[in-house]
Nanobody, 124 residues
């Protein structure tokens, strides 16, 4: 079993910063892509940022230049540094990881895991 635990959400004023973290634990062989998604009330979940195992990144246009995604492979952790936050960034943020596991057979599988979500509220 693999679990993803997020932390770092909260209430911040416009223009402020927050750093989200998401740590994976369990029977992990390796982790391929990692990403952050968000879902605002009444809207669909959308990709915010993603990072490959090689460190290549991509961002939603709405957060380019303000958010930075990074990863620590030794800690199986992904981060999202959010600067210059705007009220429209208010949402529940979810981390996502493509985790490679090895069974006792042995077989190798890649599974998609999600964090529990953390609320980010940008308001004065």
């Amino acid at each position: 079993q693999v679990q993803l635990v997020e932390s770092g959400g909260g209430l911040v004023q416009p223009g402020g910063s927050l750093r989200l973290s998401c740590a994976a634990s369990g029977s992990i062989f390796s982790i391929n892509a990692m990403g952050w998604y968000r879902q605002a009330p009444g809207k669909q979940r959308e990709l915010v940022a993603a990072i490959t195992s090689g460190g290549d990144t991509n961002y939603a246009d709405s957060v380019k230049g303000r958010f930075t995604i990074s990863r620590d492979n030794a800690k199986n952790t992904v981060y999202l540094q959010m600067n210059s936050l705007k009220p429209e960034d208010t949402a529940v943020y979810y981390c996502n990881m493509a985790v490679v596991v090895v069974t006792t057979t042995p077989d190798i599988y890649e599974y998609d895991y999600w964090g529990q979500g953390t609320q980010v509220t940008v308001s004065s």
